[in-house]
């Protein structure tokens, strides 16, 4: 790793160990409540009607990503196109790496990703629209949920959802909790990845939660040499 990458890595993450030193760690805090509390199976709860629901009540065609899988996809440093590999019928291909992804579900999208283009895969980051391509391609960070609505999606989510819906659901702030996380990875290429959440709690009926990401990658250039015949 470069020592731009490393240093930058190194200030991340001193300033998020001082936080989370004088609040509680997220991690402890699971580790102690799966000590105490018996194994059960979880209830999915959804928002694909605009509404929580428990996804065996919700009549749609829903997949939904949370909990560690969806979490090992953000600390992993990928983008958003790994959610192709969770979720049947979803396809992600991009020809410009991480940015512009086309989105197909069943088979239903359009290579045509210029900005006046209109796209029958709508992507939704807490209800509102992100239908600029360059907004497509954010890393997936911090999110509670993923949930991926087959299409049509007309009546709920308006134009540009023929083929569905890829819909995000950022974590909200927690009352009462003083506590977070961070992640730091390194891999060939000076590649560098830091994540970093924290909650603070303002009052009894107040929260905020700040989230930071850092990726870096060097832009390597290849050499040939050729031996003259």
């Given at each position: 790793?470069?020592?731009?990458?490393?240093?930058?890595?190194?200030?991340?993450?001193s300033?998020?160990?001082?936080a989370?030193?004088?609040?509680t760690?997220?991690?402890?805090?699971?580790q102690?409540?799966?000590?105490t509390?018996?194994?059960?199976?979880?209830?999915v709860v959804?928002?694909a009607?605009?509404?929580?629901?428990?996804?065996?009540d919700?009549?749609?065609?829903?997949?939904?990503?949370?909990g560690?899988?969806?979490?090992?996809?953000g600390t992993?440093?990928?983008?958003i196109?790994?959610?192709?590999?969770?979720v049947?019928?979803?396809?992600?291909?991009?020809s410009?790496?991480?940015?512009?992804?086309?989105f197909?579900?069943?088979?239903y999208?359009n290579?045509d990703?210029?900005?006046f283009?209109s796209?029958?895969?709508?992507l939704i980051?807490?209800?509102?629209?992100?239908?600029?391509p360059a907004?497509?391609?954010f890393?997936?960070?911090?999110e509670?949920?993923?949930?991926?609505?087959r299409?049509?999606q007309?009546?709920?989510?308006?134009?540009?959802t023929?083929a569905g819906?890829?819909?995000?659901?950022?974590?909200?702030?927690?009352l009462?909790?003083d506590?977070?996380y961070?992640?730091?990875?390194?891999?060939?290429?000076n590649?560098?990845?830091f994540q970093?959440?924290?909650?603070?709690?303002?009052?009894?009926?107040?929260?905020?939660?700040?989230?930071?990401?850092?990726?870096?990658?060097?832009t390597?250039s290849?050499?040939?040499?050729t031996?003259?015949?």
């Amino acid at each position: 790793m470069s020592f731009n990458s490393r240093g930058r890595l190194a200030a991340h993450a001193s300033a998020f160990a001082l936080a989370i030193a004088a609040g509680t760690a997220i991690g402890t805090a699971v580790q102690a409540a799966d000590a105490t509390t018996p194994s059960q199976v979880t209830e999915v709860v959804v928002t694909a009607t605009r509404r929580e629901e428990r996804l065996k009540d919700v009549p749609e065609s829903v997949t939904a990503l949370s909990g560690t899988p969806l979490m090992v996809l953000g600390t992993s440093g990928q983008d958003i196109r790994q959610l192709a590999f969770s979720v049947p019928s979803l396809n992600i291909e991009s020809s410009n790496g991480r940015t512009f992804p086309r989105f197909y579900i069943r088979g239903y999208g359009n290579t045509d990703f210029t900005s006046f283009a209109s796209q029958p895969v709508s992507l939704i980051y807490d209800d509102v629209v992100q239908e600029n391509p360059a907004l497509k391609g954010f890393p997936v960070f911090d999110e509670s949920d993923v949930e991926v609505l087959r299409g049509p999606q007309g009546t709920l989510f308006g134009r540009n959802t023929p083929a569905g819906v890829v819909k995000f659901e950022s974590n909200k702030p927690q009352l009462g909790f003083d506590g977070g996380y961070y992640n730091i990875s390194d891999g060939t290429y000076n590649t560098a990845n830091f994540q970093g959440v924290y909650n603070f709690p303002l009052s009894q009926d107040a929260a905020m939660r700040l989230s930071v990401q850092d990726q870096h990658r060097a832009t390597g250039s290849a050499t040939r040499s050729t031996t003259p015949i």
